[in-house]
């Protein structure tokens, strides 16, 4: 056993706090190559991490960088900085901690390259670019330990892709380094055990104590939940008076927009005007340091918030969590409840509010799978290439490689380590020509191999751009928003397609406040505080998630059941009724409802795929039944169905279901699908192929720079073998198309189709009139609209004769 | 591909949903705006490599507006090239195929400000154009009357049933008419710009292009 240095451990008994078991097991395994813990929220984890570091420094004087540390957020890193340089200045330490940030000056980040702190602590995107530099390899000399902190949170991510490719440099430049990842409670530790070490070598890995079960439960309403929709409006009184019972409340929403129309009429039933904030990633610095200090000073009694929240800062005393909407996946959801007690060895305390009628059920599944322990997981893709192609370009930038050296360099990163020569070459040639079919840039290659083999930038000047496009998280085109008039406070972001749609005069919802549209300055939408109209409801990019597929097995079996006593009666009452008339979906079967209503022909396919292969699944399938000259007209699809309507009624709904068939439907539709042009874009960016547009650098009375859905289009018709494309599908396929829950779903169900043919609607298909987000089936639609438009719009004005 | 007629300057013409304009009366076609070269001049300028094949594109799609037309005139209306040397560094194909493409007609290529000399590719070299009562020139002019220009890429945005909408567009007004950017590589001026709205007036038209031209009050669009 490694015991602390005096000096620690006096530290230690002063505060008469004794080490727990997991921090001297990290002490101990200090010299493991690869050390995983793996901690509840509140298990003191960021301070086992460092432990080792302080002994080391305690116990002698290094020169130079000792521990690196990287966390996903800005306002950890520094969140961690304070904390550490409490104990440190208290045991007079001769240790130097920094942060550095995007936030950081110029001048600090320079000092750094040329004097580095002990203990640095950074973001995956400034670790990245700090390799891009050619003194790196004389930064991180001596570099001893390299902390990654919830190492979960970037397990499934392009971020934590571009992080081990730059952790894998590291370990070329400071062979002697040792990983440390920390994490809260995963169902795979294994799987993150493989992303952290140096692949094939193996990772240790600690489990700490995982505490008390945490105390989960519905929320009591007396209003039971609305058939559709989201946002738990009717839950408010409910709420306020938990709000009143504990001393601090999160109340985690799904998406941003969610989250300002519950805090707005939140407000509007507060009548003691309890101290509420709200905190989301599309509101401004100012709006959200200022909710985050007035939490740490103990002056609000809960936050409105979102995902932005979800990672480990240490908010002080939340005393419960509550959850609105279904939280989708099961791991997501613990890791929610444990922000409430951050204390060791005590329950979190958390309340699940279903938004509607099915999420009941979804919300009991996960309260269930809670109990049992059953954290869901996504199988772990290899490695993209986008991330792959900066890599090299950044790795460039530091100077001439050897591409043999560089390719088994990413070989020792987990997702990369079947990484084909042919692959890599590839790359390797898009980022040095384009990789066009059309071999056009021989002059003006971006990297060449000189004479020696060595590969390096043709012109050392394009270091600038390369690093400025470094990372791999995409910003939605947003504009910000302030109040009018000379330095109007800054209120937000909202996103350029909402900001299209509004007229002077509109108002819309930002921060909790009603304000008005007045005007578009320079790239800032100015508004006043008049709210004199309804406000319209800003969407926001954040990402929607689907239901996963551990909780939609979940809640599949719970179907089966004869009846569901832990259920609420209007809920139970809603499945016994459809057992009645129709019949419930099973595991290994597909269910589909077939009835006529107003004179259309609907189909229900209860697939229980997520939302985002359900949406798919609509689009291909009306596809089909186009062809068989069925007549769609439009489909609806949420997390376990879609809902589809036509002229003609299904008969048979087999030949749909050709898993070929689809993915030969898939393949032509993609191609011109604006799913695939989002996807390409983002690949693009991330790839080097277009530059990031950076705020501030679009000006007006220029004509904008011209849309990446031209690249796409152009590189579809001349060069559809190019490597962008290849990339973009596969993305496309595991993110927004998700078309591996639809093969996934077909192959559990193995032909196994119950069609039911009714004369009216089910009581399960019901709920899905009255989702929004219908999708028309359209061809020639969008010029119709404009005709139509056109001729309204002209004869208003008296140009119509023309 | 319909086209869309209307009268500017007494002079009935034709709006092309491919963002082209012709003169029936002279024969003549005109497009605005080709930016040829443009990927070659930004890898060389130390941009990224993007798909070298605009060029191949805009030509094809220029060779289809001439076969549809047969026009006796072509009017490039400046702006064809990137920069000069783009336009030098024209392959062999795209050289021979601009010079098979003026074969039997007249082909004049007004100047730009990115390609304000000649280049040696066939055709005529003039500031501007006068015909009749029309002027061809890149850039409008203030009090011009009967004028063709190009230069700002106009294009049109509106939110139609909360669909966002936006295309290339004509903008006509009482004395100019300003041409959409024909080439493939290039983004658009919002026509609600101020630059613009300098040079239309309340009674503007706008002509979006798309699979038929669509014909919008100006003071509509944004």
Redesign the interface.
């Known amino acids: 056993m490694r015991a602390l240095p005096p000096i620690l451990k006096n530290w230690f008994d002063t505060r008469g706090w004794s080490i727990h078991p997991h921090q001297q097991d990290m002490l101990d395994r200090s010299d493991a190559p690869s050390l995983l813990l793996i901690a509840p929220t509140g298990g003191g984890k960021t301070l086992a991490g460092f432990l080792p570091t302080l002994a080391d420094l305690a116990e002698g004087p290094h020169e130079g960088l000792h521990t690196l540390y990287i966390s996903p957020l800005k306002a950890l890193a520094s969140d961690i900085r304070r904390n550490l340089e409490r104990p440190i200045a208290e045991m007079a330490l001769p240790i130097r901690v920094e942060d550095r940030t995007g936030d950081t000056s110029a001048t600090r980040k320079r000092r750094q390259r040329a004097d580095p702190p002990h203990i640095l602590l950074t973001t995956p995107e400034s670790l990245a670019l700090l390799t891009s530099y050619e003194d790196a390899p004389r930064m991180f000399a001596g570099l001893k330990r390299v902390i990654i902190d919830e190492i979960h949170a970037l397990e499934e991510s392009k971020r934590g892709d571009q992080l081990m490719l730059a952790v894998s440099r590291l370990q070329t430049l400071c062979p002697e380094m040792r990983r440390v990842g920390l994490s809260a409670t995963v169902d795979d530790p294994a799987a993150i055990a493989r992303m952290l070490a140096k692949h094939p070598d193996p990772c240790e890995v600690v489990l700490a104590d995982p505490g008390p079960d945490p105390d989960i439960r519905m929320l009591e309403t007396t209003e039971a939940p609305p058939w559709s929709g989201g946002g738990g409006r009717y839950a408010i009184p409910a709420v306020l008076e938990q709000v009143k019972q504990h001393k601090t409340t999160l109340i985690f929403h799904n998406t941003r927009a969610q989250a300002e129309i519950f805090f707005h009429h939140l407000w509007l039933a507060n009548e003691d005007s309890l101290p509420i904030g709200i905190h989301h990633g599309s509101l401004s610095r100012e709006q959200r340091e200022r909710v985050e200090q007035a939490m740490v000073d103990g002056q609000l009694r809960a936050i409105v918030c979102t995902g932005s929240l979800d990672l480990g800062i240490d908010w002080g005393d939340v005393d419960l969590v509550i959850q609105v909407g279904a939280p989708k996946n099961v791991k997501r959801l613990v890791q929610r409840i444990g922000r409430a007690n951050h204390r060791y060895n005590a329950p979190s305390k958390a309340l699940l509010v279903p938004a509607n009628r099915f999420e009941v059920v979804e919300c009991h599944a996960a309260l269930e799978a809670v109990k049992d322990h059953d954290l869901d997981g996504e199988t772990r893709q290899r490695g993209p290439k986008d991330v792959l192609c900066q890599h090299i370009l950044i790795r460039a930038c530091a100077g001439a490689f050897d591409a043999m050296d560089l390719l088994h360099e990413i070989r020792t990163v987990g997702p990369y380590a079947d990484l084909t020569r042919a692959e890599f070459d590839d790359c390797l040639d898009f980022v040095a020509t384009g990789g066009y079919a059309l071999r056009a840039y021989d002059k003006w290659q971006r990297l060449m191999q000189r004479a020696d083999g060595m590969w390096q930038l043709r012109d050392p000047r394009a270091t600038r751009q390369i690093r400025m496009n470094i990372g791999t998280i995409m910003d939605p085109d947003t504009l910000k928003v302030r109040f009018t008039g000379r330095g109007g406070a800054p209120l937000g972001e909202i996103e350029e397609g909402f900001a299209a749609q509004l007229t002077p005069g509109d108002t819309f919802l930002i921060g909790g406040q009603i304000v008005r549209y007045e005007a578009l300055r320079e790239m800032t939408v100015e508004v006043t505080r008049r709210a004199d109209k309804e406000p319209k409801i800003a969407t926001f990019n954040g990402t929607k998630f689907a239901t996963s597929t551990q909780l939609s097995q979940r809640i599949l079996r719970m179907f089966q059941q004869d009846n569901w006593p832990t259920l609420p009666t209007h809920t139970a009452q809603w499945l016994h009724l459809q057992r009645e008339v129709s019949r419930l979906p099973e595991p290994g079967r597909l269910l589909i409802e077939s009835f006529p209503r107003d004179a259309r022909h609907y189909t229900c396919v209860y697939g229980f795929a997520g939302r985002n292969a359900q949406q798919t699944l609509g689009l291909l399938m009306t596809k089909r039944m186009d062809e068989l000259n069925l007549a769609p007209l439009g489909f609806v699809a949420t997390d376990y169905a879609t809902l589809i309507w036509g002229l003609e009624p299904l008969r048979d709904p087999a030949p749909l279901f050709d898993l070929h068939a689809l993915r030969d439907g898939l393949d032509s539709w993609l191609a011109g699908n604006a799913v695939m042009k989002r996807t390409f874009k983002s690949s693009a960016i991330i790839a080097g192929l277009i530059d990031r547009n950076h705020a501030g650098q679009r000006k007006s009375g220029r004509q904008a720079t011209f849309s990446s859905d031209i690249l796409y289009d152009t590189l579809h018709r001349y060069d559809p073998d190019h490597l962008m494309l290849r990339i973009t599908g596969e993305e496309a396929e595991r993110g927004l198309v998700d078309f591996s829950r639809i093969e996934e779903m077909i192959t559990r169900v193995h032909g196994t189709i119950d069609h039911i043919t009714l004369d009216r609607v089910t009581p399960l298909s019901a709920p899905l009139f009255l989702e929004h987000g219908r999708t028309p089936v359209e061809g020639a639609g969008q010029d119709r609209l404009l005709a139509d438009a056109a001729q309204e719009l002209m004869a208003e004005v008296g140009l119509d004769a023309l | 591909m319909t086209a869309f007629r209307?009268t500017f300057a007494q002079t009935e013409l034709k709006a092309l949903p491919s963002g082209a304009l012709y003169w029936p009366e002279q024969r003549l076609l005109c497009v605005s705006d080709l930016h040829l070269g443009k990927?070659?001049r930004i890898?060389?300028r130390?941009?990224?490599?993007?798909?070298?094949?605009?060029t191949?594109?805009t030509l094809t799609r220029l060779e289809a507006a001439i076969d549809a037309t047969d026009p006796a005139h072509v009017v490039c209306l400046g702006d064809s090239f990137d920069d000069l040397a783009a336009g030098a560094a024209l392959?062999a194909r795209e050289r021979d195929w601009l010079i098979r493409l003026q074969a039997g007609r007249t082909w004049i290529w007004i100047e730009g400000n990115h390609d304000p000399a000649p280049l040696e590719l066939g055709g005529s070299h003039m500031a501007e154009f006068i015909v009749g009562p029309l002027t061809f020139r890149h850039i409008a002019e203030n009090g011009a009357t009967g004028e063709i220009s190009g230069h700002?890429?106009p294009k049109a945005?509106?939110?139609?049933?909360?669909?966002?909408?936006s295309r290339p567009c004509f903008l006509r007004s009482e004395n100019r008419l300003i041409m959409p950017a024909f080439g493939?590589?290039?983004?658009?001026?919002k026509c609600s710009?101020?630059?613009l709205k300098e040079l239309m007036d309340a009674?503007s038209?706008a002509l979006?292009t798309?699979?038929?031209i669509?014909?919008?009050?100006y003071?509509?669009l944004?």
Request: net charge positive.
């Open positions: 209307f990927s070659e890898a060389r130390g941009g990224t490599m993007l798909p070298p094949y605009e191949t594109d392959s700002y890429h945005a509106l939110t139609l049933r909360g669909r966002h909408i493939t590589y290039t983004g658009g001026l710009d101020p630059v009674t038209i979006l798309g699979r038929q669509t014909p919008l009050p003071a509509r944004r």
